[in-house]
C-alpha cells in the first residue's frame, strides 16, 4: 500500500474530511489531494505529524510493505473508544434533560435523532474494539 493509499485510508477511518486535515496541518486542501493522489509527497515535519495525528508509526506510512501492526490498530480504536465515552457521558446529560419536564417537544425531538446517530458511532466503534480484542485473543 502506498503513503497516497495509507493516507486515504487513516483519514477515511477516522471520519476526517480533506479541508478539515488541511486545517488542522495549515495546508490548503488540494495539498492534502496531491498527497492522495500521489503527485506529491509531504515533508518529514509533516509526515511526524501525520504518524501523531492518526497514532501510527512513520514506518507504517513511509514504507509500501509496513503493515499497520495489530497495537498500532488496538490502539487507534481505544483513542476512539475514549472520545466515545466522552460522547456518551454527553449524551447521559441530554437524555436527562429531555426526560426532566416528561414532555418531548420538537426540538427535543431533533436532540433525540442526533442522540440515536452518536449511539450508533459509539457502537461501530464497539464493534472494532471487539473485533480487535477477540483477533488478539485468537493469535
Known amino acids: 500500500m502506498t503513503f497516497a493509499d495509507k493516507l486515504i485510508y487513516l483519514r477515511r477511518q477516522n471520519r476526517i474530511s480533506q ?3 488541511a486545517e488542522e496541518l ?9 498527497w492522495e493522489l500521489g503527485s506529491s509527497q509531504p515533508s518529514m515535519d509533516m509526515i511526524v505529524f501525520l504518524s501523531d495525528h492518526f497514532h501510527v508509526s512513520t514506518d507504517y506510512l513511509l514504507r509500501e510493505d509496513a503493515p499497520l501492526e495489530d497495537a498500532d490498530a488496538l490502539a487507534k480504536v481505544v483513542l476512539r473508544f475514549l472520545n466515545s465515552s466522552q460522547s456518551m457521558e454527553s449524551i447521559s446529560k441530554q437524555l436527562v434533560s429531555i426526560a426532566r419536564d416528561g414532555v418531548i417537544d420538537d426540538e427535543e425531538k431533533k436532540m433525540l435523532v442526533s442522540i440515536s446517530r452518536n449511539i450508533e458511532e459509539v457502537q461501530q466503534v464497539l464493534d472494532e474494539l471487539q473485533a480487535l480484542i477477540a483477533s488478539a485473543i485468537t493469535k
Not at 495549515?26 to 496531491?34: A, E, G, L, P
Open 19 to 21: 479541508e478539515a486535515l
Open 26 to 34: 495549515n495546508v490548503s486542501r488540494q495539498t492534502i489531494s496531491k
